[in-house]
Nanobody
Framework: QVQLVESGGGLVQAGESLRLSCAAS????????MGWYRQAPGKQRELVAD???????NYADSVKGRFTISRSNAKNTVYLQMNSLKPEDTAIYYC??????????????WGQGTQVTVSS
């Protein structure tokens, strides 16, 4: 079994920054793509950014130039640096990872979510 634990959410004012972290633990052989999704009230969950094991990144248009995703393969951790936050960034942010476990089974996992609230 694999667990994803997020941290770093909170309440900030518009224009400020936050850094989210997500650490994967458990029976891990390797991790393919890791990513961050978000879900605002009344809206569908959407991709914010993801990063491959080789470091290739992909961003939603709404966050390009403001958010940066990175990862530490040694620590099985993915980060999301969020700058110039806007009220429309308010959402629950979820970590996602595509994991090969030690039994060489590939599964997709979600974290429990962390709230990000941006006040105007």
């Amino acid at each position: 079994q694999v667990q994803l634990v997020e941290s770093g959410g909170g309440l900030v004012q518009a224009g400020e920054s936050l850094r989210l972290s997500c650490a994967a633990s458990g029976s891990i052989f390797s991790i393919e793509t890791m990513g961050w999704y978000r879900q605002a009230p009344g809206k569908q969950r959407e991709l914010v950014a993801d990063i491959s094991s080789g470091g290739s990144t992909n961003y939603a248009d709404s966050v390009k130039g403001r958010f940066t995703i990175s990862r530490s393969n040694a620590k099985n951790t993915v980060y999301l640096q969020m700058n110039s936050l806007k009220p429309e960034d308010t959402a629950i942010y979820y970590c996602n990872a595509d994991v090969w476990d030690k039994g060489l089974t590939r599964r997709n996992y979600w974290g429990q979510g962390t709230q990000v609230t941006v006040s105007s």
